[in-house]
């Protein structure tokens, strides 16, 4: 048999190894504790689910979709004009996806030519580079460093690359730095962008889990930001939707339209009882989000302070579901620590190169356990031993 040589720029996906390692220390009957993967366990509010139920008993839901239905797109450009400030034409200016993640994977066929140059940060979170690979883009990656508190610097990026360049990925706050971005950087984002006419597509999946009083705006809130991109946004980790697989593409008509041609090539839509649940997370009681933001405030607050308290030093989190930590001294690389680290303690990270060059010496931990668990996790850490290899 003879497969696709695209297939060659990929290997398994890490959190499919990183789930094999948990199956089969499962097997064993060993104790496992998972802040690999960024899969919520904090479930839609009741109103949500009810929607969704009451769309799902009547049988005339089960036909193909096609299209967004006009109280989606309608109730997505309130959301954005209520949260945001910002104003979408529902018609022109909005996409459903499948999962933002499934729009990040196909909108690069409706961008780029084999061998165009598609800029992404680095470290980012896999499919802001695999989407455009799979096209058959040639990246350029923009170095996210320490430094610079993980943001950007337009200066990294030689002129040759940016005139190269079909399109740029920008996420803040960002998978799996955590980072946040001032407002500066959208300003100089946007003169980039229109100065080499590169498109620019935000993730602004994690708008809503920012911690210590703080709040995050959107790209599109600054002036010029419709005129060079478009942004994606989720409901899978701010209403507990990640398995229903919601997410928007909004901003640029002429980005979102060749968006919607392509997708109507590729699926048949949005099922439409999940619609409908996405109509009542957006448009109903508002409060599930504050809630979510809690719990995972709380949440970073204890594995912060217990891991820091057995001698993995971690700074938490200004936003997202994440801690990005600097693995301790004495290992030679991440992929080495989280495999030791899972083999004697049961608790599984993502070693940081996982996401990149840059993403080595790190792990990123996932916040989708309770508060028990953290401690739990905290616990078997300290009693495993694995941190005095540091000392």
Not at 192 to 199: G, L, V
Request: proline fraction near 5%; include cysteine; glycine fraction near 6%.
């Amino acid at each position: 048999m003879h497969f696709s040589e695209r297939m060659n720029r990929f290997g398994e996906g890490i959190f499919s190894k990183l789930l094999d390692l948990k199956r089969q220390k499962e097997e064993k009957g060993e104790e496992v504790i998972d802040l690999s993967v960024g899969t919520p366990n904090i479930p839609p509010a009741s109103h949500i689910r009810q929607a969704l139920c009451e769309a799902a008993a009547k049988p005339e839901n089960y036909t193909y979709a096609i299209n967004d239905q006009k109280e989606l797109l309608e109730a997505v450009a309130t959301w954005y004009n209520r949260r945001y400030s910002v104003y979408l034409d529902p018609d022109l200016e909005i996409c459903s996806l499948l999962g933002s993640q499934e729009g990040l994977a196909h909108i690069s066929f409706s961008m780029i030519d084999e061998g165009d140059t598609v800029l992404v940060p680095d470290p980012c979170y896999p499919i802001f580079a695999n989407g455009p690979l799979l096209a058959g883009a040639s990246l350029f990656y923009m170095p996210q460093r320490k430094e610079n508190h993980y943001v950007i610097d337009f200066s990294d990026i030689p002129e040759e690359a940016a005139k190269k360049a079909k399109f740029m990925l920008v996420s803040y706050p960002n998978n799996p730095t955590t980072a946040m971005a001032p407002d500066s950087f959208y300003e100089e984002l946007i003169v980039f962008a229109k100065k080499y006419e590169i498109i620019v597509l935000h993730d602004n999946a994690y708008s809503e889990l920012v911690f210590d009083g703080r709040t995050c705006r959107s790209f599109l809130q600054f002036k010029g930001a419709k005129e060079v991109g478009v942004e994606f946004n989720s409901l899978s980790k701010t209403y507990g939707l990640a398995g229903a697989r919601i997410g928007f593409c909004v901003g640029n008509k002429e980005i979102v339209d060749k968006l919607k041609t392509l997708k109507s090539n590729l699926d048949y839509g949005m099922f439409l009882p999940i619609q409908q649940a996405a109509i009542a997370a957006i448009t109903g009681d508002q409060s599930c989000v504050n809630d979510t933001r809690g719990a995972y405030e709380r949440r970073r607050n204890v594995l912060c302070d217990s891991f820091n308290q057995i001698g993995w030093k971690m700074k938490p989190p200004e936003a997202t579901m994440f801690v990005w930590a600097e693995i301790p001294d004495g290992f030679p690389d991440s992929m080495t620590f989280a495999l030791e680290l899972m083999e004697k303690s049961g608790v599984l990270v993502t070693p940081g190169s996982a996401f990149g060059t840059l993403g080595e010496g790190y792990a990123r931990l996932a916040l989708v356990q309770d508060e028990e668990m953290l401690h739990r996790a905290a616990e078997l850490i300290e009693k495993s031993g694995i941190l005095r290899k540091s000392i």
